[in-house]
T-cell receptor, first 114, second 111 residues
Framework: ETGVTQSPTHLIKTRGQQVTLRCSSQSGHNTVSWYQQALGQGPQFIFQ???????GRGNFPPRFSGLQFPNYSSELNVNALELDDSALYLC?????????????FGQGTRLTVV | SQQGEEDPQALSIQEGENATMNCSYKTSINNLQWYRQNSGRGLVHLIL?????REKHSGRLRVTLDTSKKSSSLLITASRAADTASYFCAREYTGGFKTIFGAGTRLFVKA
């Protein structure tokens, strides 16, 4: 167990809908990163949050947005869902930005868009 | 690509043999982390090696880092069927802190 929990574990949505995925960081961790992993591929970086501010973003359109709350839990929101958004969404938390420490992952949310 | 390469893409070995996976990167890193993933679930952290370190061990795992060649390797000794999984290296590049994954190596250990 990494102490990072994600909800829900599975989700089926219809194209065009909106979805919110949630991540609870390991205790004491203030940095959260989100990844999208398509079947058979490596995780692709979506964005990172540090102390409630976005700290970096990968090549994802603006309909992918996020939030980090004062307790450092986080949300990933995806608007106008497309079929290609079907993937495993992973969040990872780490102790402190720039401390060169491990990032621990949750079990992921499997999103299917139909 | 910025993240470099991982090889081989897939590796099939017999139980008891050693497995070596390689990871390259393109620009300076703070650290490199190795992860295991079973059947598309969450990533399990194996080892973190910092840019000023050359070798780290954890049980049957050994990771090396060669910054002159911008490459790292993960060695699993005396493999077991339970080691069957996908293995990823994740590079934390300097100046950004985001961690970038490659496509991974799929390891199959036959009993």
């Amino acid at each position: 167990e990494t102490g990072v929990t994600q909800s829900p574990t599975h989700l089926i949505k219809t194209r065009g809908q909106q979805v919110t995925l949630r991540c609870s960081s390991q205790s004491g961790h203030n940095t959260v990163s989100w990844y999208q992993q398509a079947l058979g591929q490596g995780p692709q970086f979506i964005f990172q949050y540090y102390r409630e501010e976005e700290n970096g973003r990968g090549n994802f359109p603006p309909r992918f947005s996020g939030l980090q709350f004062p307790n450092y839990s986080s949300e990933l929101n995806v608007n106008a869902l497309e079929l290609d958004d079907s993937a495993l969404y992973l969040c990872a938390s780490s102790l402190e930005l720039g401390l060169n420490t491990e990032a621990f992952f949750g079990q992921g949310t499997r999103l299917t868009v139909v | 690509s910025q993240q470099g390469e991982e090889d081989p893409q897939a590796l099939s070995i017999q139980e008891g043999e050693n497995a070596t996976m390689n990871c390259s990167y393109k620009t300076s890193i703070n650290n490199l982390q190795w992860y295991r993933q079973n059947s598309g679930r969450g990533l399990v952290h194996l080892i973190l090696i910092r840019s000023n370190e050359r070798e780290k061990h954890s049980g049957r795992l050994r990771v090396t880092l060669d910054t002159s060649k911008k490459s790292s390797s993960l060695l699993i000794t005396a493999s077991r069927a339970a080691d069957t999984a996908s293995y990823f290296c994740a590079r934390e590049y300097t100046g950004g802190f985001k961690t970038i994954f490659g496509a991974g190596t799929r390891l199959f250990v036959k009993a």
